[in-house]
């Protein structure tokens, strides 16, 4: 399982498999969470008994084969750890999760194999979708998607797809799909963003694999812009590089801080964290706009700066908590608008236990 890699060396903390898991699944019972996991286990406990045992039912109302899955905007950090620090693949990232959803309506055929997809062009979803109810012994059928994510962008919307539309095909036939078999048919497609997760995770993108879950997000702002053009995934993922021992080493530093900090709810240092991972990215995929967006960000003392490492999105991180979060925020809509007059502003998934 996934969940045997939370263990590996590069944990800071010396945190025990059943430790890592038993957050993972209360992260996946929270209520904010709650709604969009059902027919999804976690390791060897599903989130739907954790559910039904705590009598706190979600006042969502669920129609047989609609699901849902959160984008995640850029990443907090992404690049690759020392060479020996973590079993398969050393490139990982830590996901921002957003609130903003792809959404999956299956509706299954008798007699059928097949899959037909609506839009037409989702063919990662297809695939997917095919190889599930192939696993499952299902049949086949038709698979509606609908997405609040933009395309190449670097919000995870493909991600979204594919696990939306794997909740979709298992709460259609109510049945129990492990995360495991998830990450599995989405390997064989490309890199994948860990949505399937609820919280923050720390997540090997090639491999599909868990490292770590690390906590919740605070409520952050992101006033984001779009550089133009689109990413992707596979294209950008097969022509990057290597990177270098040093900054290996600075990854492996900035995701202990990550470890420290998420579940602290350390806004400032989740903001040097997402800075400095720009920062260091820049040299591989440079972003036009960051030096912009940093001045704008330290014009407006605001946390930092965060991007789309595999996209063409760049962000300034906000405290939505701070007594002067209106202030800030009209700060960077002002120092961003003479460049962009169009920014977005995103908001993070939060727990709420």
Not at 17 to 40: C, F, G, I, K
Not at 84 to 103: E, K, N, Q, Y
Not at 153 to 176: T, Y
Request: aromatic letters at 6%; hydrophobic letters at 40%.
């Amino acid at each position: 399982m996934p969940t045997q890699h939370s263990t590996s060396s590069i944990d800071p903390v010396g945190g025990r498999a059943s430790s890592a898991t038993r957050e993972l699944v209360e992260a996946a019972a929270d209520e904010v969470w709650r709604p969009h996991l059902y027919h999804q286990s976690f390791a060897d406990t599903d989130a739907a008994e954790i559910i039904a045992d705590d009598g706190q039912q979600p006042t969502v109302h669920f129609y047989d084969g609609e699901a849902l899955c959160c984008g995640t905007f850029g990443e907090l950090l992404q690049g690759q750890l020392p060479v020996g620090s973590v079993s398969r693949d050393p490139h990982f990232l830590v996901t921002m999760p957003i609130a903003l959803f792809a959404r999956a309506h299956f509706m299954p055929i008798a007699g059928t194999r097949t899959v037909t997809v609506y839009p037409s062009h989702k063919v990662k979803a297809k695939r997917l979708a095919e190889n599930l109810v192939g696993a499952l012994g299902a049949s086949g059928g038709i698979l509606f998607l609908q997405s609040e994510l933009p395309e190449g962008k670097g919000l995870a919307s493909s991600s979204a797809d594919l696990v939306a539309a794997a909740r979709s095909i298992a709460c259609c036939f109510k049945r129990r799909v492990r995360t495991s078999l998830i990450e599995k048919l989405m390997a064989e497609i490309e890199p994948s963003d860990g949505v399937m997760y609820p919280g923050v995770v720390a997540y090997q993108q090639r491999a599909c694999s868990l490292i770590s879950f690390l906590g919740q997000m605070p409520p952050l702002a992101i006033v984001g812009i779009d550089e133009g053009g689109t990413v992707e995934t596979v294209d950008y993922d097969q022509r990057r590089g290597e990177i270098s021992a040093s900054h290996r080493a600075e990854y492996r530093q900035l995701l202990d801080s990550a470890r420290i900090a998420i579940p602290r709810g350390d806004t400032a240092t989740i903001g040097r964290i997402a800075t400095a991972s720009a920062l260091l990215h820049q040299e591989r995929a440079p972003k036009e706009h960051l030096n912009t967006m940093l001045t704008a960000s330290e014009a407006s003392d605001a946390l930092g700066v965060i991007v789309a490492h595999s996209g063409t999105m760049i962000g300034i991180l906000l405290d939505r908590m701070a007594a002067d979060f209106p202030q800030k925020l009209r700060s960077v809509l002002a120092h961003v608008s003479p460049f962009d007059n169009s920014p977005k502003i995103y908001l993070t998934m939060t727990g709420r236990r």
